[in-house]
C-alpha cells in the first residue's frame, strides 16, 4: 500500500474537523476527492461514521 502525503493530510483534516465537508473546504477539495483520499486507511483503520449517540 503506497500513501501519499495528500491522503494523510486529508485524513488528519477529517479528524481535526469531524467533517468530511469541513476537511474539504480546508484543503480546497471537493468531499468526494477527500473520501477517495481517505478510503486507503479504511483497510487497516476502518472507520465508522459518527452517530453523535453516546455510549
Same mark, same amino acid.
Given at each position: 500500500? *503506497? ?6 493530510? +486529508?485524513f488528519l483534516a477529517? +479528524?481535526?474537523? %469531524? =467533517?468530511?465537508?469541513? &476537511?474539504?473546504?480546508?484543503? *480546497?477539495? =471537493? $468531499? =468526494? &476527492?477527500?473520501?477517495r483520499a481517505v478510503?486507503?486507511?479504511? $483497510?487497516? !483503520? $476502518? !472507520?465508522? $461514521? &459518527?452517530? %453523535? &449517540?453516546?455510549p
Amino acid at each position: 500500500m *503506497h500513501i501519499t502525503f495528500r491522503q494523510v493530510e +486529508a485524513f488528519l483534516a477529517v +479528524a481535526d474537523t %469531524g =467533517s468530511f465537508t469541513r &476537511a474539504a473546504e480546508l484543503l *480546497h477539495l =471537493s $468531499p =468526494s &476527492a477527500v473520501t477517495r483520499a481517505v478510503a486507503i486507511f479504511d $483497510p487497516v !483503520l $476502518p !472507520l465508522q $461514521p &459518527a452517530t %453523535g &449517540a453516546t455510549p
